[in-house]
């Protein structure tokens, strides 16, 4: 069983950044691929960032590419989401999550559906002002 919980949310205007963290219960975090979701207001869970197990491969949205920046420290159980140049439409609650099947490739595009993953935090809230 892992747990997850997220930090770093919070209200920031648009231009700002803020760092998201994922502390990761389980002494197996390291062989699990990681990724990050967003849920805006009556729209569904998509995805935003993965990283792989041993945090070499990394994958982004088009719409985040270049702004955020995905990074996991495997010594701290933690995965982290820089977030740069926000924009109001990145107002949402951020959702960190875990794959179990150890050392898992981004061999297709799994890690960009939900159903991908087998753990999730309970959420963090990101707002940006215009």
């Known amino acids: 069983q892992v747990q997850l919980v997220e930090s770093g949310g919070g209200l920031v205007q648009a231009g700002g950044s803020l760092r998201l963290s994922c502390a990761a219960s389980g002494r197996t975090f390291s062989s699990y691929a990681m990724g990050w979701f967003s849920q805006a207001p009556g729209k569904e869970r998509e995805f935003v960032a993965a990283i792989s197990w041993s945090g070499v491969s990394t994958k982004y949205a088009d719409s985040v590419r270049g702004r955020f920046t995905i990074s996991r420290d495997n010594a701290k159980n933690t995965v982290y989401l820089q977030m740069n140049s926000l924009k109001p439409e990145d107002t949402a609650v951020y959702y960190c999550?875990?794959?179990?099947?150890?050392?898992?490739?981004?061999?297709?595009?799994?890690?960009?559906?939900?159903?991908?993953?087998?753990?999730w935090g309970q959420g963090t809230q990101v707002t940006v002002s215009s």
């Open positions: 999550a875990a794959d179990s099947q150890s050392g898992r490739a981004f061999g297709s595009s799994w890690y960009t559906r939900t159903n991908g993953y087998d753990y």
